[in-house]
């Protein structure tokens, strides 16, 4: 893998896939703060431990499909480029959304968060 790719990638899943994932996480455990925290919070009051658990085992799961569709719309709209230390990342790859995946992707590399 390029260089350039992963670094963006280790980046990525450490800036936005990890820390979205523990953000979730603290709204709903109740240990973050704040108005949409707290209406989280209200939303799942009437969830038992195992609801929470689903939640949280589908939660890596949105979360991953929107960063492969985030992806995707760059690798196939030529008006977007994605820039990274001023080269094409889309140049890189033979498919950013797949970067994602396998036992060498960014996931399973970069990731500290569950899949």
């Given at each position: ?32 703060k ?50 990274f ?11 950013l ?6 036992e060498d ?11």
């Amino acid at each position: 893998m390029e260089k350039k790719l992963e670094e963006f990638g280790k980046l990525f899943m450490k800036a936005v896939r990890d820390e979205t994932i523990n953000s979730i996480d603290k709204m709903l455990d109740g240990t973050m703060k704040g108005i949409t925290s707290r209406q989280v919070q209200e939303k799942f009051a009437d969830f038992d431990s195992k609801q929470i658990e689903v939640v949280k085992w589908f939660l890596p799961k949105i979360i991953d499909m929107s960063l492969h569709n985030m992806l995707f719309m760059i690798e196939v709209q030529d008006e977007i480029e994605l820039l990274f230390k001023k080269e094409n990342l889309n140049d890189l790859s033979d498919g950013l959304s797949g970067e994602l995946y396998t036992e060498d992707g960014w996931i399973k590399n970069y990731s500290k968060e569950r899949e």
